[in-house]
């Protein structure tokens, strides 16, 4: 992976080919930023400008066999950490070591992909991933040993806030004692869920999303499509690469999101005064807390963002709304008018809530049902 093959950020691509070239090198970094800004592709960027020498210029007087390592994300000295789950093949104490295979392939395929993409090449059910210490003491065997180049190690903590606390806890050991010439790059979406202690230790960059035009231009040129598709997939991507990829494809996770939303206010519509519809609410719920939690909890961010959405239209700021609804019979501008001030922080809280209780395994079916309940009160809220 090049610098030169990453979209947009300029300022930070300057920034870590300047400092590398002056040897200022920090032992630990984080890398924060939304899905599909590029932070994983600058990882693997930077890892290649320092690891194959190419400071003169990107595969320019650097080591060419070096350089061919990196195209199959197989070099020596470049080690992965990322979420895992147990699975039919690995069904105790799963590491990342385990699933290299799967993570290359995720990475080659598209290396500005989400956490949701890699659960589904997992398959992670009903299961959660995280990064446990196994992760932890696998890499410190690994920093034990020589370096094949003899020159820097690289680690790379893909969605470092997915660490357990033992795993933390193991990893702010490395970072306060870092073996010679070993470099951790942390890579992040929520930096408030790292703990203090690790943030205090590493150099942050924060990544914004790209803009419209970074992405319409890579998708005419790449995609080889029209400059109108390409603008308005970008527009309904919000800086998110991935995310335009999908559209694109039409195999946007959100269709069915969209769906499942509008049986929900519809069925929370019915509910006020009818006793009856309630029944509606708590076949949805069931329906819902059958999916995996992963699938649950992005759900519920979808939910929040259509609500937001729909607060845009009501306060008429169309230029900041995005989504287009291909549900039939379903028009946001007409959803519009129930979402206004007076509900939607009460609305937030509850959604925010649910998605708090299923990430510690709390009874799906039981939050849903009760945050149906509470949205046939809140949508009527005047």
Request: charged letters at 25%; proline letters at 3%.
């Amino acid at each position: 992976m090049l610098f030169s093959q990453i979209l947009g950020q300029e300022y930070l691509k300057n920034h870590l080919t300047k400092s590398a070239s002056l040897g200022r090198i920090p032992h630990a970094q984080l890398f924060v930023g939304p899905e599909g800004c590029g932070t994983l592709a600058m990882a693997i960027a930077y890892a290649q400008y320092v690891l194959c020498q190419n400071i003169d210029g990107e595969n320019t007087n650097g080591n060419e066999s070096c350089n061919l390592k990196f195209n199959s994300i197989s070099h020596p000295d470049l080690h992965f950490i990322f979420p895992t789950v147990t699975t039919e093949d690995i069904k105790t104490k799963p590491k990342s070591v385990d699933f290299m295979a799967d993570w290359r392939q995720f990475v080659a395929e598209n290396p500005y992909g989400g956490l949701f993409d890699w659960y589904k090449i997992l398959g992670v059910q009903n299961k959660q991933g995280e990064i446990r210490v196994d992760d932890a003491q696998e890499i410190l065997k690994s920093l034990s040993l020589k370096s094949y180049e003899g020159g820097y190690k690289m680690v790379i903590v893909w969605m470092a806030e997915k660490m357990n606390v033992t795993a933390s806890n193991k990893l702010l050991k490395l970072l306060e004692e870092p073996p010679e010439k070993t470099v951790f790059i942390l890579i992040a979406e929520n930096e408030e869920d790292i703990i203090q202690t690790i943030l205090s230790r590493c150099q942050v960059l924060h990544f914004g999303g790209l803009s419209e035009k970074v992405i319409a231009d890579n998708l005419i040129l790449k995609e080889n499509i029209e400059a109108s598709l390409a603008d308005k997939i970008a527009h309904q991507s919000q800086g998110n690469y991935n995310k335009a990829l999908l559209l694109l494809d039409e195999e946007s996770e959100e269709l069915p999101f969209e769906e499942w939303f509008v049986s929900w206010v519809r069925a929370a519509f019915r509910a006020k005064g009818n006793a009856e519809a309630i029944q509606d609410l708590i076949l949805w719920s069931e329906q819902i807390a059958g999916l995996g939690r992963e699938t649950q909890k992005k759900f519920l961010n979808f939910c929040i963002d259509m609500f937001r959405q729909a607060l845009m239209l009501n306060y008429e700021t169309k230029k900041l709304v995005y989504m287009e609804t291909k549900v039939p019979k379903f028009q946001l501008e007409n959803f519009a008018p129930f979402v206004n001030g007076n509900n939607i922080n009460d609305i937030f809280k509850e959604l925010s809530d649910a998605m708090y209780h299923i990430e510690r395994n709390g009874n799906a079916k039981i939050i849903l049902t009760d945050l149906s309940i509470k949205l046939t009160r809140l949508i009527h809220k005047k």
